[in-house]
């Protein structure tokens, strides 16, 4: 793990258990583990905090340092690197259990903005809402990897004065039905995906809130 200078020395303290706590450590012990001089390892703790990757508390013995939440997704970004390489092809398949939305999805999907974008990029015309999942909990890593690659770019756009923002997607299918996997510019959802397809899903597979469902994404 040296994808950058920073990405090394993040994880020899998150091995240390710096993550979770507060661990005490030198710079001549870091320094050992990274492979460098006191010296040096004194520099990447200074260069780590001026990224804000970690916080440091100087006690009265030793220095104790912890890892941020900012260097804890510089870590996630380098493991699903490593994942993508190793254990990913270039389809994934994530389960879960379907849900209904607030109906946001539908008042976005509808905008003609979105609309013909979607046909061109997709191949089909949406359907004019959404099929909401919940990601079962062991999956929810899944959409970290596929969050961190390109997808297809769906722009945003102004209409009657209202912005509408960039979308993201990823063409997949479900029970051998081409479908697409929509990411908004500004989703906050950790573990829910919202799915188009040409086809009203509910209805054509029979499904229910509850029911479970598995979707095969490409990325």
């Known amino acids: ?18 993550i979770d706590d507060y661990v005490a450590i030198s710079s001549r012990e870091l320094g050992t583990a990274l492979e460098m001089s006191q010296q040096s390892a004194s520099k990447r703790i200074l260069e780590l905090l001026d990224e804000k990757y970690i916080v440091r508390d100087l006690g009265a013995r030793r220095q104790r340092i912890k890892i ?32 209904s939305g607030m109906g946001e999805g539908r008042y976005y999907i509808c905008q003609e903005g979105y609309m013909k974008q979607f ?4 191949g089909f015309r949406p359907f004019e809402g959404t099929l909401n999942m919940v990601v079962d909990p062991e999956d929810v890593g899944k959409l970290d990897v596929i969050r961190s690659t390109t997808g297809n770019l769906v722009s ?16 997949a299918k479900i029970r051998n039905i081409d479908c697409a996997i929509v990411v908004p510019e500004r989703s906050h959802y950790v573990d829910t995906i919202e ?25």
């Open 1 to 18: 793990m040296r994808g950058n200078k920073y990405s090394f020395a993040l994880w020899k303290l998150a091995l240390l258990g710096a």
């Open 68 to 99: 941020t939440p900012k260097g804890v997704e510089e870590l996630k970004k380098e493991y699903n690197e490593y994942r993508r390489i190793f254990e990913l092809s270039d389809q994934v398949t994530v389960r879960g259990v379907v849900a």
């Open 119 to 122: 046909e061109s990029i997709l």
């Open 156 to 171: 945003g756009f102004t209409c009657d004065g209202r912005s509408f923002g960039d979308v993201i997607a990823y063409k």
């Open 195 to 219: 799915i188009i397809c040409q086809f009203h899903l509910r209805r054509t597979l029979g499904l229910n809130d509850g029911s479970k469902i598995e979707v095969k994404i490409d990325f």
